[in-house]
């Protein structure tokens, strides 16, 4: 079956550093996704991994190691609106996207 | 502005009744798909529509009927639905199937 597991919630501080860690098993793999999405918002797209390794895009990096099938999200230099909710999504192997539940984040000052 | 817009932001209605949610992109994408986001659960996917085609229905219920005129439009028609249908409906867009998609704000349905 298909399976993407995150964290439910996390808290951290003010420009402190938070990662955001995504496991799947899923039938097929081509890809993965992290969006983030405020309460009441679109989700927004911020990354994208197919190879393994780490994708840096300013504060936020992507990680991705598919031999483990784990993934991850960092932010770093938290800011008072990274407060949302970001979700993983696996592209299995007939281009679907699988979302997790998503992680939803606060950040407190 | 994420270049997809869908109408209306908030529905209510009653279990007999016929609605639709419309969704429309500005992106000029060829793929186009129906989510649904219900509280603690994954984003759902519902139908995907590429080239204006429907390639895929991932067992939906025959109370929601898609439809798409052109690749810029997707219309969700509603009727006789139940209270457990009452989610937030987002569309999305992608350039090609499978790629980076682009979501509306959703439709906040409400059944009563």
């Known amino acids: 079956g298909q399976n993407i597991d995150q964290p439910t919630e996390m808290t951290a501080t003010e420009g402190a550093i938070v990662q955001i860690n995504c496991t799947y098993q899923t039938s097929g793999f081509n890809g993965l996704f992290w969006y983030q999405q405020h309460a009441g918002e679109a989700p927004t797209f911020l990354s994208y991994n197919v190879l393994d390794g780490l994708e840096e895009k300013g504060r936020f990096s992507s990680f991705l190691s598919r031999s483990k099938g784990y993934s991850y999200l960092l932010l770093k230099e938290l800011q008072m609106k990274d407060s949302a909710s970001y979700l993983c999504?696996?592209?299995?192997?007939?281009?679907?996207?699988?979302f997790g539940t998503g992680t939803r984040l606060q950040v407190f000052p | 502005e994420t270049g997809v817009t869908q109408t209306p932001r908030h529905l209510v209605m009653g279990m007999t009744n016929k609605k639709s949610l419309k969704c429309e992109q500005h992106l000029g994408h060829n793929a186009m798909y129906w989510y649904k986001q219900s509280a603690k659960k994954p984003l759902e996917l519902m139908f995907v529509y590429n080239f204006k085609e429907q390639t895929e229905n991932n067992s939906v219920p025959s109370r929601f009927s898609p439809e798409c005129p052109n690749s810029s439009h997707l219309f969700l028609h509603l009727h006789t639905l139940q209270p457990e249908d009452s989610a937030l409906y987002l569309c999305?867009?992608?350039?090609?199937?499978?790629?980076?998609?682009?979501f509306g704000d959703g439709t906040r349905l409400s059944i009563l």
């Open positions: 999504a696996v592209r299995d192997d007939t281009d679907k996207l699988i």
């Open positions: 999305a867009s992608s350039q090609e199937r499978g790629g980076p998609q682009h």
